[in-house]
């Protein structure tokens, strides 16, 4: 029960696609959810480009609604989401990305997500630059404006609270401590929805761009 084969999902299998059994093994998600996953990936690589892979305005347009936006935010979800640095996004590397965001997935994982996400230049450390400039994208995807000097003073707050050393800069260790004190740094890297997806389809994806 559950369990699909090839045929359930058409004669033309999508990019980057395995079985459901196979994904769901290796990820947080149910067999049942990656066939939802499926669908939802179809639907999303062929809403602009048409080609079977998920380009960046495609993943633009799903998540935040706008596929010509520029956000530093979704540029990185989108970086992180192409494992083969293609600059596009297959079925599987869908799958095995979106699952970090499972309620299910272990704290561990969607922390070192989150790190590299802020971990913008890939240097292994996150400085405030890059802090300040991620913070600024997600006030922008949240349409929130806040002053210069409230934004000075969430950077400087993190920093106090997480550069344990006083480099200036914040690795790993001290990523995974100051999680564990302020728990709600990982708030965004979860999406209750993926654990019932087959029942509670997501309604924001695929919304018209007329709307916006």
């Known amino acids: 029960m559950g369990c699909a084969s090839s045929r359930q999902f ?14 769901a093994s290796d990820t947080s998600f149910t067999v049942n959810e990656v066939e939802a996953l499926y669908e939802l990936y179809k639907k999303m690589s062929f809403s602009i480009v048409k080609d079977g892979l998920i380009h960046k305005e495609e993943l633009h347009l799903a998540l935040f609604r706008n596929s ?5 935010f979704a540029d990185r979800v989108f970086d992180l989401f192409d494992l083969k640095k293609n600059g596009v996004i297959d079925f599987e590397e869908f799958v095995r990305s979106l699952s970090v965001f499972h309620p ?5 994982e969607k922390t070192a997500f989150a790190f590299k996400l802020y971990d913008l230049r890939g240097t292994g450390y ?6 300040r400039e991620m913070v ?10 806040l002053s210069d000097s409230t934004v000075e003073a969430i950077v400087d707050n993190t920093f106090n609270q997480a550069d344990s050393d006083g480099d200036g800069k914040i690795n790993p260790e001290e990523w995974e401590e100051f ?34």
């Open 10 to 23: 058409g004669a033309r299998a999508a990019a980057g696609y395995k079985e459901p059994a196979s994904l």
């Open 179 to 212: 999680v564990k004190k302020n728990p709600a740094a990982l708030r965004n890297m979860s999406l209750p929805y993926l654990q019932d997806i087959t029942l509670a389809f997501p309604s924001f994806i695929m919304r018209s761009e007329a709307n916006d």
């Open 126 to 131: 996150i400085e405030k630059e890059e802090l």
């Open 136 to 145: 600024l994208a997600l006030l922008d995807e949240s349409d929130l404006c």
């Open 68 to 72: 010509k936006k520029a956000n530093l």
């Open 104 to 108: 299910k997935t272990p704290t561990s």
